[in-house]
């Protein structure tokens, strides 16, 4: 069959290929330690829950407004503004199907067929796809491990093309955890501005930062805001992937450019969702404190047991809730050539699914997902162990 050539640019999410395959043993009954799951694996918090069977009993069940109901809009840029020192009003905001339909919905509105997109890398899988759907070429950048995988001003300078539409930065980023510096990421928003082209900056992991270290938004530069587009999401920071919200903010055009692509394609987000997202935006936020802090005691399990492991090492994540370990001893050891065989191989033989680093554009690595139970982290980390000292 005939298929449109766009959807033949893309391709099934890797990460995907690993739960699958993860998920076929344990239907075979084999006790599987999965180090693949992008999602928080605390139930959503009640008052949130709360909200949302509220919404329903209150009948509130139909179309809302194309681009999210005011009140959430609201909550969103005031909520920015008290965490980062943002200034946007509601006209600068739109709500979306969660932070990946956000991104798709940016990419569709500012980027032309032959554009180039950076994306620095390690990368999350979704960002070369939709930018390969719409028709743009994606230009992978790619940081040093020695530098924590972190984007430098310096580095994006050489590697801009004439091109050049977006820049996409995900900091936290998924998968290394990597953390840009405060004033790196404001260099970086100045080169953007100077060149005229878009950052675009995915927040999906804003809240989850270690060591004391406080939540940044380059949006706090609001002097550079006709060049910076926000994707958010409050998928991963109230446990909510499952109810579908992100957002957008930037300046009114693009705003305007997505709300006309979703009335003509998702219209509103669901309405009961909406309602339990301004509950989690304006309502206690304590729930948010106490994953932090279960991650942060993961976290540094998870290094220590990691760089125990001898050959293995492993860039401090400075926030999100993965480990990306560099497992490149492993290669040429027991038929091992790279990081897809490397994570089949720990599958098969000891049980614990991982993801290669392929999926994120980087051979020696394999991500690891910290958002799941100290006893399960041990279990697997065991496993891996032995399996290392085994090749
Ligand atoms: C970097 C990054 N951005 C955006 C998303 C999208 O999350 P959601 O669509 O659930 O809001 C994810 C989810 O894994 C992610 O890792």
């Known amino acids: ?35 693949g ?8 918090p009640d008052n949130v829950k709360q909200a949302g069977i509220r919404a329903i009993q209150e009948n509130f069940t139909k ?8 009140e959430l809009k ?58 390969r759907f719409v028709n743009a070429n994606p230009i992978f950048v790619a940081t040093k491990e020695s530098d924590g995988f972190r984007l430098t001003a310096e580095l994006l300078a050489r590697s801009l093309t004439p091109k050049t539409r977006v820049v996409v930065v995900n900091s936290p980023n998924n998968p290394s955890g990597a953390v840009l510096d405060n004033e790196e990421f404001g260099h970086i928003a100045k080169l953007c501005r100077e060149r005229d082209i878009f950052l675009l900056s995915d927040e999906c992991y804003s809240h989850f930062l270690y060591d004391g270290r406080k939540p940044f938004s380059v949006a ?16 991963k920071t109230y446990a909510m992937t499952g109810w579908r919200i992100g957002y957008v903010l930037a300046v009114p055009e693009i705003i305007g450019g997505i709300v006309k692509l979703q009335s003509h394609s998702t219209s509103n987000p669901t309405s009961i969702s909406q309602k339990a ?42 926030g999100a809730f993965y480990a990306y370990p560099n497992i490149s001893a492993a290669f040429g050891r027991g038929g091992i050539k790279d990081c897809v065989d490397f994570s089949a191989r720990l599958l098969e ?15 020696d690595h394999v991500r690891m997902s910290y958002a799941t139970s100290m006893a399960e982290l041990d279990k697997g980390l065991k496993r891996m162990h032995e399996f290392m000292a085994r090749l």
């Not at 948010?288 to 005691?297: D, H, Q, T």
């Open 1 to 35: 069959m005939k298929m449109a050539t766009r959807i033949s640019r893309i391709s099934v999410s890797k990460t995907m290929a690993v739960m699958e395959a993860a998920l076929k043993l344990r239907e075979q009954g084999i006790d599987v330690v999965d180090f």
């Open 37 to 44: 799951p992008g999602e928080p694996d605390f139930p959503t």
């Open 63 to 70: 179309y809302t407004a194309i681009g999210g109901i005011k």
């Open 74 to 131: 609201k909550a969103i840029v005031e909520k920015h503004t008290r965490d980062f020192g943002s200034k946007y009003d509601i006209g600068e905001c739109v709500v979306n199907f969660g932070g990946k339909h956000a991104l798709f919905n940016v990419f569709s509105a500012v980027v032309d067929e032959g554009d180039d997109v950076i994306i620095p890398t390690p990368y999350w899988v979704t960002f070369g796809d939709i930018a």
């Open 220 to 235: 706090s530069h609001t002097d550079l805001k006709s060049h910076i587009i926000i994707a958010g999401s409050i998928s």
């Open 277 to 318: 997202a301004l509950e989690a935006l304006t309502g206690p936020q304590e729930s948010v404190g106490i994953m932090l802090a279960e991650y942060a005691k993961r976290r540094k399990f998870v290094l220590d047991r990691l760089r125990a492991i001898p050959g293995v090492k492993c860039a401090e994540p400075g």
């Open 349 to 363: 033989k000891v049980h614990v699914a991982v993801t290669p680093g392929e999926a994120f554009g980087t051979n």
